[in-house]
């Protein structure tokens, strides 16, 4: 048994506890997969779950790095990062966000537990592609020598990142058609890399909102395959509870103020 960290017992008596900053980025899909997880579990076994977020200012910076991130590096995890996540009935904290949805897909029985299983293998690799179309939006969105801290710089970059990333829609589609599947490593059923494929198409459904002159795109239509997974994965009922909170609906998509980068408002300034 590791060394437990012992000021998280009486303080979270949850299931689960994650930490991200106050916005979607790379906290959204685990977010939706704690939905997806208690929603199911209603009836078995029903559990909380809890959803620190660090507001991006001083304060919040102040209780990740100078209070939470001290104490995870002594008390829990040394690789300490955000998103993290606590699983109160096993005492573990896991960091990295892929290595969070690997756990979380098996708690929830969404992914396979043999190792040799063509499931988990699918799931890894769609994990890590659509791992590279977050990068490209990142590049996009934050201190990069590509970066944008303008709406002007934002207005210029937008279209040529729109036409990159159909790049990365095109093979995903052609995934979809070679397996014939709805959902990204099995056919009828999801999986945890379905959650992040979620997140990014429907951040780039918002970017294209954006777009100056009022310029109307639907990259989607050119892909029928993952308008199809969007829509299915925005309907599905054990996901009603996630897409009516705040954290979907009024949550900007990326950091603004730490990075002192631009993305544009966030879906809820759409409303
Ligand atoms: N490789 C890590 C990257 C985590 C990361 O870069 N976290 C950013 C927010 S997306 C952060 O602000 N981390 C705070 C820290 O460095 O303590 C992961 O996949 O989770």
Known sequence: MPPQPKWKEEEHPTRFTMGYWQMRGLGAPIRMLLHWGKQNAEKTK??????????????????WFKEDKVK???????????????????????????AICDYLGQKFGLD?????????????????????????VIRLVYKF?????????????????????????????S???????????????????????????????HYQTLLAGGEKRDVLSEFPRLKK??????????????????????????NHTLANSWDGPGPSSMK
């Open 229 to 254: 997974f969007h829509r299915a994965m925005r309907n599905r009922p054990e996901l009603k509870t996630y897409f009516e909170s705040k954290e979907y609906t009024d949550f900007q998509l990326n």
């Open 46 to 63: 029903p559990f909380a779950f809890k959803d620190v977020q660090y507001t991006q200012d001083g304060d919040g910076v102040n209780k």
């Open 112 to 136: 396979e537990k043999e190792v040799d299983s063509e499931q988990r293998e699918r799931n890894a690799q769609i994990a890590m592609e659509v791992f590279d179309l977050r990068n490209n």
């Open 72 to 98: 995870m590096i002594e008390e829990s995890n040394p690789l300490a990062n955000i998103p993290y996540l606590i699983d109160h009935e096993e005492k573990k904290t896991i960091v990295h966000f892929l």
């Open 175 to 205: 995934w979809l058609g070679f397996y014939d599947f709805t959902y990204f490593a099995k056919k009828d059923e999801v999986s945890s890399c379905d959650f992040h494929a979620f997140e990014m198409i429907d951040q780039h459904e």
């Open 145 to 173: 020598p590509n970066s944008v801290r303008t709406q002007e710089e934002f207005d210029k970059q937008l279209p040529e990142h729109l036409n990159a990333c159909k790049k990365t829609y095109q093979k995903l589609e």
